[in-house]
């Protein structure tokens, strides 16, 4: 069995490349820093692994890298390239905006096409496209971030349903956790209330229930609940907040 993993050189991205890794299969490791998408690959042994630098952004990179590597038979793609940003809209940058909607969602969107194609026609494969738990909400301070993970969810849940009217045997996930301990933080200027999930566990959890195909994937007992629990708040109550204690700038 062999995996790309896009975002594959830290955080979930690198521990999902750990899990499958152990478990016997090939990898397709795909992020932009290439010192550290060795240094992951020499953390994996025993299976071949392949380093591929894109930034995922660019939809020409997609492109080469979906012709790069659609003959090598790959079983499972995971969509895990991303970021987020905090602040107030009328203050952040459009341009990081910009190009955290490239990445977030237009990568997303891109790869997703052009694999299922492919998985459609020898009816079989795995799609793993990792949303957030932001994907179940608006988000204001991170307003940007929240809707990207909104598409990405949406989108997911709607192909789903499409494969299983056709019977197509493909399997389509959306892994939506809360907060995890990554570098996600660092890179967007955000501290969460909420005390993140372990990288490494979100990551086993998420590949074991992805390969069952499940839909949604949420880690961790407190965000099922939380998602549980949100679907009885009112929209205003709930904006409010998320505006007051789930996140401020650092
Ligand atoms: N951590 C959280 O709290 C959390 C919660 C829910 C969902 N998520 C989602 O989980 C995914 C992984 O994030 P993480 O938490 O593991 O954060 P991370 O440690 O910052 O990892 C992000 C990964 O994405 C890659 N990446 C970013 N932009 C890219 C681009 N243009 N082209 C190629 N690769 C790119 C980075 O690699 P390079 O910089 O080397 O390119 C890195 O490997 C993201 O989609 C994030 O939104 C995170």
Redesign the pocket.
């Known amino acids: 069995m062999k995996a790309l993993i ?9 521990d999902m490349a750990l899990v499958l890794g152990k478990k016997g299969w090939d990898l397709i490791l ?4 290439a010192d ?2 060795e240094n992951v690959k020499n953390q994996i042994n025993n299976v071949n692994v392949q380093c591929i630098i ?5 939809t020409e ?1 997609c492109e080469k890298l979906y012709e790069r590597t659609k003959d090598e038979n790959v079983d499972m793609i995971i969509n ?5 940003d905090c602040g107030k809209f009328l203050e952040t940058d459009l341009e990081r905006e910009l ?1 955290m909607i ?3 969602i237009k ?1 997303v969107h891109i790869l997703t096409k052009l694999f299922l194609h492919d998985f459609a026609q020898r009816n079989s494969g795995y799609i793993l496209n ?5 994907g179940f909400m608006a988000g204001p301070l991170m307003a940007t ?1 929240y809707a990207t ?1 909104n598409y990405v969810l949406r989108l997911t849940e709607a192909i789903y349903q499409e494969l299983r009217q056709d019977k197509i045997n493909v399997h389509i996930s959306a ?13 967007a200027s955000v501290k ?1 209330a909420i005390k ?1 999930l372990d ?1 490494c566990q979100v990551a086993e959890y998420a590949i074991e229930q992805a390969l069952k195909g499940k839909l949604i994937i949420v880690p961790g007992t407190a965000m099922k609940f939380a998602k549980f629990g949100g679907r009885f708040m009112p929209d205003k109550a709930m904006l409010r907040m998320c505006y007051k204690i789930q996140y401020h700038k650092v």
């Open positions: 896009t975002g594959a050189s830290s955080g979930l991205g690198k795909v992020a932009r820093r550290r998408l894109a930034d995922v952004s660019k990179e895990n390239a991303g970021f987020g190009n490239d990445t977030n990568a990792v949303a957030s738990s932001a971030y993970k892994l939506c956790p809360g907060p995890v301990e990554t570098e996600f933080n660092q890179v969460f993140g990288s």
